[in-house]
């Protein structure tokens, strides 16, 4: 299994606070992605990392930001919490045209 | 445009039935990958399988085996004798390196396995 850790693993908050998630592989891959998970939608695109502060915006990057400033780190940032953004996140890492692999997922709830 | 389509939501079997997932994409593109993805009730997502546009062959691992059509766009999946813990959501995406970097992912089917 690829060494993806995520954290923390669940998370409670309130309207309007920040939150970031921190994604942390041991892999060395060059690409971090986040996706979000919610009923009917399967997985979607939030941002990825093609590199260290190389970044693009997904399929659904409204209100989320992120940053990576070291290889094996790749953090979201959820600038002011939304009940809609209450989801689960999945990390993913890849090589350049290789299979991506799933970190175990972080499941937020905003209240 | 990329679309992963998986019509069916949940399917309920008996163990030791065989039980195909159905997996439809779309993209203009001649170049493309497709994989499937299982989800556990522990909410792991594992990697089960990858093939590109260039190779039709099917694949069989063990009970487990994919069909790829280009013809009909499909890329189903099919559980021989399947077991209590095949009882997972399964997922099939579809990535094109030309449009972005992102896989599209269906929205999945639920298998349930009753003993």
């Known amino acids: 299994d690829a060494g993806i850790t995520q954290s923390p693993r669940h998370k409670v908050t309130e309207t309007g606070t920040p939150v970031t998630l921190r994604c942390h592989q041991t892999?060395?891959?060059?690409?971090m992605y986040w996706y979000r998970q919610d009923p009917g939608h399967g997985l979607r695109l939030i941002h990825y990392?093609?590199?260290?502060?190389?970044?693009d915006k997904g399929e659904v990057s409204d209100g989320y930001s992120v940053s990576r400033s070291k290889t094996e780190d790749f953090l979201l940032t959820l600038e002011s919490a939304t009940s809609s953004q209450t989801s689960v996140y999945f990390c993913?890492?890849?090589?350049?045209?290789?299979?991506?692999?799933f970190g175990p997922g972080t499941r937020l709830t905003v209240l | 445009a990329q679309k992963v389509t998986q019509a069916q939501t949940e399917i309920s079997v008996v163990e030791k039935e065989d039980v195909t997932l159905d997996c439809v994409y779309e993209?203009?593109?001649?170049?493309?990958?497709l994989f499937w993805y299982k989800q556990p009730p522990s909410g792991e997502l594992v990697f089960l399988i990858r093939r590109n546009s260039f190779d039709e062959q099917n694949e069989i691992s063990g009970r487990y085996s994919w069909n790829f059509q280009k013809s009909t766009s499909s890329f189903n999946f099919t559980i021989t004798a399947s077991q209590v813990v095949d009882s997972a959501v399964y997922f099939c995406?579809?990535?094109?390196?030309?449009?972005?970097?992102?896989?599209?992912f269906g929205a999945g089917t639920r298998l349930t396995v009753k003993p």
């Open positions: 993913a890492i890849s090589e350049p045209g290789f299979t991506q692999y």
């Open positions: 892999e060395n891959h060059r690409y």
């Open positions: 995406a579809l990535r094109t390196p030309s449009v972005s970097n992102d896989m599209r």
């Open positions: 990392s093609y590199g260290v502060k190389d970044t």
């Open positions: 993209t203009r593109d001649t170049t493309y990958y």
